[in-house]
Each structure stands twice: as structure tokens, then as C-alpha cells.
């Protein structure tokens, strides 16, 4: 079994935070719908570290397959 976890844990971190990166984007300017969240725009923000992590895993299990070839 070669298959390493962190390929579809960064895949799913990746695809979960690209879709409420969008959504926070099309939602900025919905002041009523962040009122409680202190008007920060939550969803964007927890999109773009959900991007970041599904990246930092993508480059790690990336890392290994190229390390393995050499």
C-alpha cells in the first residue's frame, strides 16, 4: 500500500477551503450575516487557513513520493 493519508486530507482540506474562500468573498459585504462574529468575515478567513493546511499536507505527502523516486 503506497498510498500516503496526507494526499486526501490535503485534497479535502483544499476543495473544503476553496468553496468557503468563495463563499466568504460573494458574502463580504453582508454586514448583518458577520454581526455575529464581530464583523469578521469568518468564513473567508477560515477558507484561506483551510487552503493553507490542505497545501502544507499536498507539499508534504509530495515530498515523500519525490524523495521515495530518487
Not at 41 to 46: A, D, K, V
Given at each position: 500500500m503506497g498510498l500516503d493519508i496526507r494526499f486526501p486530507i490535503g485534497l479535502m482540506f483544499t476543495i473544503f477551503g476553496f468553496i468557503l474562500s468563495i463563499y466568504g468573498l460573494f458574502t463580504n459585504s453582508d454586514s448583518e450575516m458577520y454581526a455575529k462574529?464581530?464583523?469578521?468575515?469568518?468564513?473567508?478567513?477560515?477558507?484561506?487557513?483551510?487552503?493553507i493546511f490542505g497545501?502544507?499536507?499536498?507539499?508534504?505527502?509530495?515530498?515523500?513520493?519525490?524523495?521515495?523516486?530518487?
Open positions: 462574529s464581530l464583523t469578521i468575515n469568518i468564513n473567508l478567513w477560515m477558507g484561506v487557513f483551510m487552503l497545501g502544507i499536507m499536498f507539499y508534504f505527502a509530495m515530498k515523500k513520493v519525490l524523495k521515495r523516486k530518487i
